[in-house]
């Protein structure tokens, strides 16, 4: 099977580490999310009870990075099994194994399709009718592809979406050839979320890398502010325009400077178009369709993900299930003091405190103007609030 030779950005969220192979290392490191930007912590993952605490932990957050490091905690499992082992004593053992660590892992995130979707190619290779040795090998391979692939996904996505981003405003009359333009965005969608340069955060990239990005404005995104911690440091390192918005001060922003569309990524969409995403995502897109001010004109939405993301199963956001986060991660805060330069862990709310902490919230389609993915960009019919995500997919398909 070919590789993919994109190469990665110095900054990611996954790596093998001593330049060596996953079957060589049978391992892999995550950075620690949870204390960035101020310590880079590398955590080594060779179990599937280990991805599991770092997922459910957000020590790694994100959907296509959380089923990367599911499928490849599972390959580090069976390249680590001695030969007599009873998971690989028989056909059926080996796909019981399979079966009950997926189960497992679904667990840690429930929200994010992308973990599923990765899980069910995998229990999908390891019931074909081959021997346990074949069905171990083909198991570990799809482990590698699922990571591989999402590396060249994220380079399409934005060259997909940043291309007719700026078509459709130049088509629009909203600027002119070659004009910059200003893009808003939530949470963290780049390097730290992918395998690769990310999915709302890989367009905004990509608008830098061909100079027609004037700034990138991100939301701080509480409780766990993921802009203000991730995307600052990745738009850093990149050299990108960028200021942080506060949350609460998104409706001025759009009131009172000019900002051409709202990328945002996405942990599950649905046949309809309805998309689940980072908390705050569906106020925003309300604020950017219905403008405070009659002389602003609406800011389009997009929603960047890659097609394991559209999970075609369910056919509106009334059907997702939405992760309740706990409410101690609502009033704290983790940063760097000035007095000792260390790190710690702040509560700022009285203890005892009832606190509603939903991980994320549905955006009905209505509010979408379009969806990016690396095969191109599903917009809906003339008149209609939904998109037909389904047919689009399989026009897609068919044309591949």
Same mark, same amino acid.
């Given at each position: 099977?070919? /590789? ?393 398909? /068919?044309?591949?």
């Amino acid at each position: 099977m070919s /590789r993919v030779t994109i190469e990665p950005p110095s900054l990611c969220a996954i790596r093998i580490p001593n330049g060596q192979t996953l079957r060589e290392a049978k391992r892999v490191e995550i950075i620690d999310q949870l204390e960035l930007p101020h310590a880079e912590n590398w955590i080594s993952v060779s179990t599937v009870e280990e991805a599991f605490d770092a997922i459910k932990s957000m020590k790694i957050r994100g959907a296509p990075a959380i089923a990367s490091l599911a499928a490849l905690s599972i390959a580090c499992a069976l390249l680590s099994l001695p030969s007599s082992a009873p998971e690989t004593s028989s056909v059926s053992s080996f796909q019981n194994y399979i079966s009950n660590v997926s189960s497992y892992l679904l667990a840690s995130r429930p929200t994010a399709v992308n973990l599923q979707e990765a899980l069910s190619r995998i229990a999908a290779v390891s019931t074909a009718e081959k021997s346990v040795s074949e069905l171990v090998e083909d198991v570990i391979e799809v482990c590698i592809t699922v990571w591989e692939e999402d590396l060249e996904r994220c380079w399409k996505m934005g060259e997909v979406g940043g291309t007719w981003l700026l078509e459709k405003l130049e088509s629009e009359g909203r600027i002119e050839k070659g004009d910059k333009i200003a893009v808003l965005t939530v949470c963290n969608t780049g390097s730290l979320a992918t395998s690769g340069y990310g999915t709302a955060l890989g367009l905004i990239t990509y608008l830098h890398s061909i100079s027609r990005l004037s700034v990138a404005y991100y939301m701080a995104t509480s409780p766990y502010y993921q802009g203000a911690r991730l995307t600052s440091m990745e738009l850093k390192s990149l050299g990108v325009p960028s200021m942080m918005i506060c949350d609460t001060a998104v409706g001025a922003l759009l009131a009172t400077k000019q900002v051409h569309a709202f990328v945002a990524g996405a942990d599950r969409i649905v046949a309809n178009g309805d998309t689940a995403n980072k908390i705050s995502t569906c106020q925003i897109a309300n604020l950017c369709q219905h403008p405070l001010h009659p002389s602003r004109p609406k800011v389009p939405v997009l929603i960047s993900a890659p097609l394991t993301t559209v999970d075609l199963s369910l056919p509106s956001g009334d059907h997702i299930k939405i992760e309740d986060r706990p409410s101690k991660e609502a009033i704290t805060v983790r940063g760097k003091t000035d007095i000792t330069n260390g790190l710690v862990t702040v509560q700022f709310a009285p203890d005892g405190i009832e606190v509603w902490n939903p991980a994320f919230d549905v955006t009905p389609a209505r509010l979408i103007d379009a969806i990016v993915t690396e095969v191109g960009v599903a917009v809906k019919k003339d008149g209609e609030e939904q998109f037909g995500l389904k047919e689009w997919v399989e026009e897609r398909k /068919r044309d591949t």
